[in-house]
């Protein structure tokens, strides 16, 4: 019974993954199923510190370890301090900077706080590992490590790796270089000890995947398997992962959660089905539906609401969602009075601030024009006549408004708006 269910879930997931276009390469694939259908199967993909956060570009490898401990498999996240500390030059055109031993182990534990929202590491049947290869990369000795690992890998046989061919023209470090033998003897050391046997990763890293795969070989360590992701692309050409202000985090502190929402939410068309797929855990039957109304009522956007939603709530909960959806909505009514403080703290992150300190009250027509709004008082009195001024979501026409104490939202903000879609945030000390 207990190997019908596995064959079950097994099936069930290499079908989705393949629904899901989550399968770019794969090694010896009809033993690699073979093998998922009469065991668990541990895995890895392994996330190295460059930064203090994980991005959204990181998410595919994260939901596609989910999914393969949602199908009974032993997912391991490896988290890179000891290979963060050499840079991999996969998918770069320069070498990277090095930074210090304090400031990757600091990385490493921002990383290993991150993944812990995503993986199950509490499981009575499958649980989560959370690894770092500093714990045996730091050992090693130069000597050693050239004499028992370097040995096996040819000069030649690196040089026809992607990840350095790409590198040569502008020229590539030894230690850079070295990269790809560190990754390597990665899965060699968790086939050994935690009987890893598939390492997962993007499609940039198939060659230090396949690496991996010929030293275990080399070192008799037995079968593994290597299976790649696609990169994520934009039908528009541009770089997945970045929006106007930069890249969006999964740190809510490097990109706050209503950023981060509507990041989904302004999904082109082109994308959003994909993306649904890659990105939620969404049924082939919802995914379906969504992508019928993509083509029949576009304008409703159901299909990117559904993607926000999604997400948000896998990387950052059901509260954060909430809010992230009270401010979408009180962007839209000009209802701010509505939000929490902290949520309107959040709304205006990126509106244009103005901040006055020590006074009392001020005239609209005045502050109009000392926010920016306006270019003088004569336009600033044409566009409130017109009733193209709202303050803090309503509309005022009367040309002698006084600001004063009692429109500061939480005794500190005033909300400007002229027109649809121009804010302008009074910030009162």
Known sequence: MANDIANRQTTDLLVDLEYRGLIQQSTNREALDEKLKKERVAL??????????????????VLTLVRFQKAGH?????VGGGTGL???????????????????????????????????????DNPAKLVSNYEWLKPLDAISFLRDVGKYFTVNYMLAKDSVQSRLANGISFTEFSYMILQAYDFYKLQQDHGCSLQIGGSDQWGNITAGLDLIGKLGGGDAYGLTLPLVTKSDGKKF????????????AKTPVYQ??????????ADVVKFLKYFTFLSPEQIAALEEDVKTRPEQRNAQRALAQEVTRLVHGQEALDS?????????????ASLSEADLVEALAEMPTTTFEGQAETSLIDLVVAVGAAPSRRQAKQDIESGAVHVNGTKQTAIDFVVGPEQRLYGTYVVLRRGKKNYYLAKFQ
């Open 324 to 336: 992230a959806e009270n401010i979408t909505r009180a962007l839209f009514s000009g209802d701010f």
């Open 241 to 252: 992962g970045k929006s106007e202000s930069g890249a969006v985090w999964l740190d809510r």
């Open 260 to 269: 981060f929402y509507q990041f989904w939410i302004n999904t082109d068309d």
């Open 74 to 78: 032993l997912p391991i996240a490896l």
């Open 44 to 61: 890895y993909s392994g996330f190295d510190p460059t930064a203090d956060s994980l991005h959204i570009g990181h998410l595919l490898p």
């Open 86 to 124: 050499i840079g991999d030059p996969s998918g770069r055109s320069t070498e990277r900077s090095l930074n210090t031993d304090d400031i990757v182990a600091q990385w490493t534990e921002s990383l290993k706080g991150q993944l812990s929202r995503f993986l199950d590491f509490e499981s009575k």
